[in-house]
């Protein structure tokens, strides 16, 4: 009699230290859903979490950044308006013009 109670108890002890392990275990890939109502959070206009930084748009840098790494030399932003940004630099000794749109991730409009 005392070794089936010595077994349940086993039982009852592993049965319960792997429910309470469970949610943890499943916490790693939970689904999280929000619902928001209005243009974004706050003056992110709409766009990231809203602390006015505005990522809606290209950023000269972000489009002097990438001109770099596309492998312009000594590129430089030759101009930059609502409409996208102009950089000017060289690669293999010549000189090159790249034009950016003004999209989030800076999309090349234009390659010379």
């Known amino acids: 009699m005392f070794n089936k109670?010595?077994?349940l108890a086993l039982s009852a002890l592993i049965a319960f230290s792997a429910i309470?392990?469970?949610p943890s275990a499943a916490?790693?890939?939970d689904i999280k859903i929000d619902?928001?109502?209005?243009t974004g959070f706050g003056s992110g206009f709409g766009y990231g979490p809203g602390?006015?930084?505005?990522?809606k748009h290209c950023s000269p840098g972000k489009a002097l950044y990438k001109a770099k790494s596309m492998g312009l030399k000594?590129?430089?932003v030759s101009k930059a308006n609502w409409k996208g940004?102009?950089?000017?630099?060289k690669k293999f000794g010549q000189k090159k013009i790249v034009a950016f749109g003004s999209a989030p991730n800076c999309p090349?409009?234009?390659w010379q």
């Open 5 to 7: 109670t010595k077994t």
């Open 20 to 22: 309470a392990a469970a």
């Open 27 to 29: 916490s790693a890939g």
């Open 35 to 38: 619902v928001h109502f209005g």
């Open 51 to 55: 602390y006015g930084y505005g990522y």
């Open 74 to 76: 000594k590129a430089y």
């Open 85 to 89: 940004v102009t950089v000017k630099g």
């Open 108 to 110: 090349v409009k234009y």
